[in-house]
């Protein structure tokens, strides 16, 4: 991650699908915190999948990535995590 902030970057972002939890800990792991979930449907496997979006912020005044929330039809925040 130190590389990252070397580059200049504000933010990175990842996503998971929520069924495979060890990804999911790789996320925590790395200090990067979930933000949303977003239903869509997963090609080529053609079945729907929830993946939740995780941001790493650099910056404090970084707002959250939302094109994942904004081009989903179906998007929520999981309040159990």
């Known amino acids: 991650m130190e590389q990252l902030k070397a580059q200049g970057l504000d933010y990175v972002?990842?996503?998971h699908d929520r069924e495979n939890i060890a990804s999911g800990q790789v996320m925590k792991k790395l200090g990067m915190n979930y933000q949303y979930s977003c239903v869509e449907n997963w090609q080529p496997?053609?079945?729907m999948v929830t993946f939740r979006m995780y941001q790493l912020n650099f910056k404090a005044s970084v707002e959250t990535y939302?094109?994942?929330?904004d081009e989903s039809e179906e998007h929520f925040i999981e309040t159990e995590l």
Do not use: D, F, Q
């Not at 939302?66 to 929330?69: A, G, I, Q, R, V």
């Open 13 to 15: 972002t990842a996503t």
């Open 66 to 69: 939302k094109k994942y929330w």
């Open 45 to 47: 496997k053609g079945k």
